[in-house]
């Protein structure tokens, strides 16, 4: 792939990069599928429920049956809707979640791109998708609707940047912003992990992606108790779909790149358990943060806007900054 | 009615259909009320000086009717003209030995020829009860509103407007609140007729 | 300059959070709320003007209706009101299977209202805990009147039925049940910090005000004002009990929140005394003549449903139906607040302070 990526941009290259992302957009589709049907079975385990288990054994495929609904159901639109801008905001809002997938190495070998600026990429590429649920907010021309748009502006400003300052101790103690190379700059123990000498820097950006990907208690914009469904009001059918399957995908997205960023990505927790392929874990870490997302909205109720705001400007962004400065002494005062 | 002798005033519930327990009334303490007033404390003996000092303070013919309801715990339950209802409700919430500062119930009643709104006042400190009746004719009601003194009685006295079509001058918005807003008439009257029979 | 502009929006009638078909129209600057101007009457049956036409035990199922969360004090107020009319003794036992279904119910209707203000506020599980502890309430009414919601159980002089063998162990045994799990549920959800700076401080008011707007139940209690009719006016067996009426003095939504999950803990007090107490024996219903017609004259019986001082005043001119029948419906009372309460709140509070006052859109409108 790598030498691919070098080489001048034939019809039979550009064919290969199709192929391959159409074979990955499958396996995030299959992840989607699963992580939906996951979330609804732990949720429901943790309210006394069973979850789903009527469609197909043990209810899994109970996510295809919902997709399916949804890809057969009448694609409304409202009249009075913006309908170019209404159609575009469901495709803006996906691409960039499919797209920051491809900087995500998963072992030493299995990556898409290792961009030199990849961190930077995922940041600038994944506040892209707000563009598309304030235009989905606006064009839809329902008031919840608006106001969801208008809360996902400020909270992904007001979340933006702490989740990029949170990083940035990461990236100083790696020397680059590949994340390879940040991968590749953790040690086959867990501490020698980012995540215990990042702390603080963990802790802020776990809580700014989960205000990212406007997961409870941080989903405000499609608070269903106050703004019935928020942006998504008057989405139905492949439309909707596309917001929810936006979400998780973002979900895949960040889930990946805490595993990266922290939690030392294929490297084993311990050096004596290095003959476990790195693949796997990988995937054991990324299983554990879905579920610490799955989780959290089974347990929290949700932040009011102006909390959220303040929570945000006035203790995260101080926070990640002491980091940075923590950090920087650090690396002054043991490092050089 | 003002013409009457006081201690007729009292006792002089003609109206049969409303109050009946009447006849259960003691008859005994109300004569010894008249000689020593202060010194036989019952609810009949109260009642009548509660109306004393209405007429002494609102006016001679403020009450109507002064009665005991016998069921409902000896509640002292009074009649007052409508001209003289927010006289008579300030002076009941300000006066210190009522102070009545909730307003438990309002309910709009249609008696036939007449149509009236009673209020259940208590006061939550001196825990005194009153019922007070208030009526007003069939054609063109109205009763002054006590949404002022008792902001509780704004939807209430909403509701019996809808429901009985009585104007309340003084309520700051007056609208229907059950039915829709273009409905006719008055449903709780009883010569409403709804237009569909089956209902 | 800045032209802003005010947003008309209509929370209503089929919104997720104003428990049932309630609309709310807001005049909105931004999020703030500058005017709301509550719209009511889409549940309106005309129960009161239905009762003419019913003689009073008919009329008994359609206070099940009104609010349907807590049908049995609904019950209960209705046949008071005509027993203190007609003089009727209740039977010992009878008077203690209305206390107990009507405390039960009390911890039924807190246990909904719990589960839906959490969820209200964004919190989805108690909503499922809070469902699987009623069951378990319902589940005995089940067995008691083969109703689970509706329960038209309460007759005037007594009850329709009387315990089967082995119902009052069962609420014997929901008692420690229940504690365990509000033990659970307080560490789960009462000490949260998003939900606690959710609450805390929101939909203010004071003593002075509650009164003035006739609130009752939690909205006036958590303003420091002891007035629980329970005591004050005591009704039923509920001098024999020992109980305390919790009270608290910010009037705010935490204040609402932490007396009404207090309410429940007293009720399972009552209810233990109560099944102590059971008598043994004796009848269900009383002597009540075989048509039903008060004498002519007027009554106004109340009691304190979990929302609040619930009243119903009859008008008798000593026929068999009611010439005028007329329920104080605490939730109508209680909602007058809220448009005071909004001014100035953001829309979320909105949902915060109307979960708060605890509404039943079936009582309101009646």
Redesign the interface.
């Known amino acids: 792939m790598t030498e691919l990526l070098q080489q001048a941009l034939t019809w039979q290259n550009g064919l290969i990069f199709l192929g391959w992302a159409i074979v990955f957009l499958f396996i995030v589709l299959g992840f989607v599928t699963y992580a939906i049907y996951f979330e609804r079975k732990v949720?429901g385990w943790?309210?006394?429920?069973h979850g789903p288990t009527r469609v197909g054994p043990l209810g899994l495929l109970q996510s295809v049956a919902d997709v399916l609904k949804l890809l057969i159901k009448e694609d409304t639109i409202p009249q009075k809707a913006d309908r170019t801008l209404f159609i575009l905001a469901p495709i803006i809002t996906f691409v960039p979640a499919f797209a920051v997938l491809a900087v995500i190495p998963y072992t030493p070998s299995l990556y898409f791109a290792d961009l030199n600026v990849g961190l930077l990429y995922y940041a600038a590429l994944s506040s892209l998708s707000t563009i598309g649920i304030i235009l989905g907010g606006w064009a839809s021309n329902n008031?919840?609707s608006l106001?969801g748009g208008m809360r996902s502006a400020a909270q992904m400003i007001s979340y933006e940047i702490p989740l990029v300052i949170s990083v940035v101790g990461v990236v100083m103690l790696s020397g680059g912003l590949s994340l390879n190379t940040i991968v590749e700059g953790q040690g086959n123990n867990f501490w020698e992990w980012n995540l215990l000498p990042q702390m603080i820097g963990f802790v802020v950006f776990m809580i700014a992606a989960v205000s990212e990907l406007n997961r409870?208690?941080f989903?405000l914009p499609e608070?269903?108790?106050?703004?019935?469904a928020g942006y998504h009001v008057e989405y139905s059918g492949f439309r909707f779909a596309f917001f929810m399957l936006a979400e998780y995908v973002y979900v895949f997205a960040i889930a990946s790149l805490t595993t990266v960023l922290f939690l030392g990505g294929w490297h084993p927790p311990l050096a004596i358990l290095d003959f476990i392929p790195g693949l796997l874990w990988f995937m054991l870490k990324f299983v554990f943060v879905v579920f610490f997302l799955f989780w959290l909205?089974?347990?929290?109720?949700?932040?009011?806007?102006?909390?959220l705001m303040s929570f945000g400007w006035k203790v995260l962004l101080p926070l990640a900054l002491i980091n940075i400065f923590v950090t920087a002494a650090y690396i002054e005062l043991f490092l050089k | 009615m003002s013409d009457k002798p006081e201690e007729l005033s009292v006792q002089s519930s003609q109206n049969e259909q409303e109050l009946s327990s009447d006849a259960k009334q003691p008859m005994a303490p109300k004569n010894i009320a008249e000689q020593t007033e202060h010194v036989v404390d019952t609810p009949q003996s109260r009642l009548e000086q509660l109306v004393e000092q209405l007429k002494h303070d609102i006016a001679e013919d403020v009450v109507d009717e002064a009665v005991i309801n016998e069921v409902n715990g000896q509640l002292p339950t009074i009649t007052i003209k409508k001209e003289h209802w927010l006289a008579t409700a300030r002076w009941f919430q300000l006066e210190e030995e009522w102070s009545c500062d909730y307003l438990r119930n309002l309910a709009g009643v249609d008696q036939g020829d007449e149509l009236e709104v009673v209020y259940h006042l208590i006061s939550l400190q001196t825990r005194r009860e009153i019922a007070v009746h208030v009526k007003t004719e069939r054609e063109q009601p109205w009763i002054p509103s006590v949404t002022p003194l008792w902001p509780t009685a704004n939807w209430n006295e909403r509701e019996v407007y809808d429901l009985l079509g009585i104007d309340f001058p003084g309520h700051p918005d007056l609208r229907r609140i059950m039915m829709p807003d273009d409905w006719v008439g008055h449903p709780l009257r009883k010569d409403y007729d709804p237009s569909d029979s089956e209902v | 300059m800045i032209r802003t502009e005010e947003?008309l929006?209509n929370v209503g009638p089929q919104?997720?959070?104003t428990h049932g078909v309630f609309r709310i129209v807001l005049k909105l600057d931004g999020?703030i709320i500058r005017e709301a101007t509550p719209v009511m009457g889409y549940l309106h049956r005309g129960t009161e003007k239905l009762a003419e036409q019913l003689n009073y035990t008919q009329i008994i199922p359609y206070t099940d209706r009104m609010d349907y969360v807590s049908a049995m004090t609904n019950n209960y107020v209705l046949v008071h009101a005509v027993e203190k009319m007609m003089n009727i003794e209740v039977p010992e036992r009878a008077e203690f299977m209305r206390l107990i279904v009507m405390e039960l119910q009390r911890v039924a209707s807190h246990l909904v209202w719990w589960g839906t203000y959490?969820?209200?506020?964004?919190?989805?599980?108690p909503f499922?805990?809070a469902f699987?502890d009623r069951e378990v309430i319902i589940d005995l009414f089940n067995e008691l009147c083969g109703a689970r919601l509706t329960y038209n159980y309460m007759r005037v002089g007594g009850v329709k039925w009387d315990a089967p063998s082995g119902w009052i162990d069962k609420v014997r045994d929901f008692i420690p049940y229940m504690r365990k799990r509000l033990k659970e549920y307080d560490k789960?959800v009462s000490g949260?910090e998003?939900?606690l700076?959710?609450i805390k401080d929101v939909g203010k008011y004071d003593a002075q005000t509650a009164i003035a707007y006739g609130l009752s139940g939690a909205n006036l209690r958590c303003t420091g004002v002891n007035w629980d009719l329970r005591k004050q006016e005591p009704y039923s067996l509920y001098e024999r009990f020992d109980f305390d009426v919790p009270l608290s003095f910010n009037g705010d939504c935490y204040d609402r929140y932490t007396i009404r999950i207090e309410e429940i803990v007293q009720s399972l007090r009552i209810l233990e005394q109560a099944v102590e107490q059971f008598p043994s024996g004796g009848e269900t219903m009383g002597k009540v003549p075989r048509v039903i017609r008060p004498p002519a004259g007027e009554v106004y019986a109340r009691i304190e449903s979990p929302r609040g001082e619930i009243g119903c005043y009859i008008v008798s001119k000593g026929k068999a139906e009611p010439y005028r029948l007329k329920f104080r419906r605490p939730s109508f009372v209680n909602l007058q607040i809220l448009p005071e309460l909004l001014v100035g709140q953001?829309?979320?509070?909105?949902?915060t302070i109307l979960g708060g006052v605890d509404i039943v859109v079936g009582e309101v409108d009646c």
């Open positions: 949720i943790m309210q006394f429920r008031k919840y106001m409870t208690p989903d608070a269903e108790s106050e703004l019935v909205r089974a347990t929290m109720p949700r932040i009011r806007v102006d909390q | 947003l929006l919104h997720p959070s999020e959490l969820l209200d506020i964004g919190a989805m599980s499922l805990y699987r789960l949260n998003i939900f700076a959710r953001s829309m979320t509070n909105l949902i």
